[in-house]
Antibody
Framework: EVQLVESGGGLVQPGGSLRLSCAAS????????MSWVRQAPGRGLEWVSAISGSGSRTYYADSVKGRFTISRDNSKNPLSLQMNSLRAEDTAIYYC??????????????WGQGTLVTVSS | QSVLTQPPSVSAAPGQKVTISCSGS????????VSWYQQLPGTAPKLLIYDNNKRPSGIPDRFSGSKSGTSATLGITGLRTGDEADYYC???????????FGGGTRLTVL
């Protein structure tokens, strides 16, 4: 059974940093691209970042480019998201999701339960 | 303002059929496959449809997807109260080099 479990969320002041982790199990982690998707309170889904299976390619939404860094350790299988220079508008539930690539696009076939990040003074 | 446009809400009676639209452009829906996600209250999203019209294992055939030009549609037949949820469309946007989602549609089963 595929399982994704996020951790690392919490309350942080504006300008601060936080590191999220996602522990994956039930599948061969290294062959799948992974992604982070967030959802602000009462709002819709917003894609944040993605990383290839090998970790050699990374992608970011413009809203987080230069502030967030996605990474992975295929030997220990955690997926991470280092978040720096946090802003109030980064407040959201952050979901880890497995990427399912077909043809010219991708979808997210498994999701974790999410971890809440609150940016406030 | 989401790149993909969905109606904020739809409603229908139990047993009836409902459709949810998702409108985009040539840089996203027009040239890429569309996925649909269901988010039940207080839970994580779940993949319902991928590649415009394919269902993952375990998704009943009451759920269907279609695409025409720069628009996509999710159809749900035989509505149940358990289908009450937020539904999101998503795809890749080749101009933005990013995944884009619709703003979500809340389904109410009256």
């Amino acid at each position: 059974e595929v399982q994704l479990v996020e951790s690392g969320g919490g309350l942080v002041q504006p300008g601060g940093s936080l590191r999220l982790s996602c522990a994956a199990s039930g599948f061969t982690f290294s062959i799948y691209a992974m992604s982070w998707v967030r959802q602000a309170p009462g709002r819709g889904l917003e894609w944040v970042s993605a990383i290839s299976g090998s970790g050699s390619r990374t992608y970011y939404a413009d809203s987080v480019k230069g502030r967030f860094t996605i990474s992975r350790d295929n030997s220990k299988n955690p997926l991470s998201l280092q978040m720096n220079s946090l802003r109030a508008e980064d407040t959201a539930i952050y979901y880890c999701a497995r990427v399912f690539i077909t043809g010219t696009t991708l979808s997210f076939d498994y999701w974790g339960q999410g971890t809440l990040v609150t940016v406030s003074s | 303002q989401s790149v993909l446009t969905q109606p904020p809400s739809v409603s229908a009676a139990p047993g009836q059929k409902v459709t949810i639209s998702c409108s985009g452009s040539s840089s996203n829906i027009g040239n890429n496959y569309v996925s649909w996600y269901q988010q039940l209250p207080g839970t994580a999203p779940k993949l319902l449809i991928y590649d415009n019209n394919k269902r993952p294992s375990g998704i009943p055939d009451r759920f269907s997807g279609s695409k025409s030009g720069t628009s996509a549609t999710l159809g749900i037949t035989g509505l149940r109260t358990g289908d009450e949820a937020d539904y999101y469309c998503g795809t890749w946007d080749s101009s933005l080099s990013a995944v884009v989602f619709g703003g979500g549609t809340r389904l109410t089963v009256l």
